[in-house]
Every structure is written in C-alpha cells, then in structure tokens.
T-cell receptor, first 115, second 112 residues
Framework: DADVTQTPRNRITKTGKRIMLECSQT?????MYWYRQDPGLGLRLIYY???????NKGEISDGYSVSRQAQAKFSLSLESAIPNQTALYFC??????????????FGPGTRLTVL | KQEVTQIPAALSVPEGENLVLNCSFT??????LQWFRQDPGKGLTSLLL?????REQTSGRLNASLDKSSGRSTLYIAASQPGDSATYLC???????????FGQGTTLQVKP
C-alpha cells in the first residue's frame, strides 16, 4: 500500500461548490503539506502543518482552508470553487528535520476540474 | 525571495547517453535541495536530497551535486534508458521550514 494516499484521484465540479480533498499517510510523519501544480507555474505551496495544532499558510492560501484531523490526516477544502482552481493537487509529508533533513514524500495527486 | 530555474525545459537524447540536468537558485542560504522525478499524470518521487553541508549525493546511476556559492545544482544520469523518460524537478528548502520552492522542471525523453 502507498505511504501517502489522496482521495479522490479525479474530481469534476461546478463553480460555487464546496470541495474537500483528503490526504492520509502511514509514514508516521509529523509534517504535512498541500501543493498545487499548474502548467507553466510549477508546484506552489498552499498550506502546511507541523503537527495537529500547527497550521500555516503557504504561498497561495487564498480561497483554500485546511484541517489536520490527526497526525495522519490533512484535508484541503475549497469553500466555493472557481475555475482558476482547476489544477493538480498534491499532498506531501516529511519527518522532523533531525536525521531526515525534511525530505518530502508526495502522494499520487488529485486532478480537480472546476467548470 | 528564492527563485529556482531549470534549463532546458525539455531534452531529448538517445539511449545510453550520459546527461546532465541543471538547476540554479538565487539565494545561497539553503537548508537542503531535493531532486524529484514526475511521470505523466503521477505524483513526485524523491530521487536525492542534498543537505546544505554536502557537495554531492549518489544513488545508482544518479549523481546530484550542489555548489551553493554559484547557486547551482546538477543531476547527472549515467547510461540513460528509455525508462528514465520523465520530468525532473529540483526544489529548495531555504530555512528548514519544509516550504519547498520548485523549479519548472526539465522534461527528459530518452529514445531507444
């Protein structure tokens, strides 16, 4: 089984709908991240969390919210989806830096299309 | 603000060739640099991580180097194979925050 899983893998929705993307990990890592990937813009960080009680905004957090339900689960929500949020979304995890130097491991991605 | 650039954007080589992918960055104060591979429609696979204090890392046919003073990293792939065809991304963690800054990637095609 994959260490970092994302659900759903593909989603098509309409403008204005609320969408939740879920990420689960079995690596036992404390740190979790959400990125989006757009053609020509690369990957950009949306939110990150260093533990259950720690949530931080990334480079492009507007229009998104997150919830860290447990060490292993980190969800990304689009409260009211808009077409320019159409992208490939990735969840990633990393262990505490000591000994691992923050090496990040990525999930398979969720392809989201907002019509 | 850290900026990461990868040139060229695309590269096509015949099978068996040794090749070098380039990554440059604007701020030498980095915590680590990570190279990833991305297959079409798939997630990112971590290939190599170079700590700030290191000059290179090796894994099989892959060798990554880091020169902070010049703001450059290279990924060397020896004896390329068609299965190496993918997009290669470099990313930098500037301050032990886990906030990776990615380059745009180099898409490699290895022809049989």
């Amino acid at each position: 089984d994959a260490d970092v899983t994302q659900t759903p893998r593909n989603r098509i929705t309409k403008t204005g709908k609320r969408i939740m993307l879920e990420c689960s990990q079995t690596k036992g890592h404390d740190r979790m991240y959400w990125y989006r990937q757009d053609p020509g813009l690369g990957l950009r960080l949306i939110y990150y969390s260093f533990d259950v009680k720690d949530i931080n905004k990334g480079e492009i957090s507007d229009g998104y919210s997150v919830s860290r339900q447990a060490q292993a689960k980190f969800s990304l929500s689009l409260e009211s989806a808009i077409p320019n949020q159409t992208a490939l979304y990735f969840c990633a995890t990393s262990d505490r830096p000591f000994g691992s130097y923050n090496e990040q491991f990525f999930g398979p991605g969720t392809r989201l299309t907002v019509l | 603000k850290q900026e990461v650039t990868q040139i060229p954007a695309a590269l096509s080589v015949p099978e068996g060739e040794n090749l070098v992918l380039n990554c440059s960055f604007t701020d030498s104060a980095i915590y680590n640099l990570q190279w990833f591979r991305q297959d079409p429609g798939k997630g990112l696979t971590s290939l190599l991580l170079i700590q700030s204090s290191q000059r290179e890392q090796t894994s099989g046919r892959l060798n990554a180097s880091l020169d902070k003073s010049s703001g450059r990293s290279t990924l060397y792939i020896a004896a390329s194979q068609p299965g190496d065809s993918a997009t290669y991304l470099c990313a930098i963690d500037s301050g032990n925050t886990g906030k990776l800054i990615f380059g745009q990637g180099t898409t490699l095609q290895v022809k049989p």
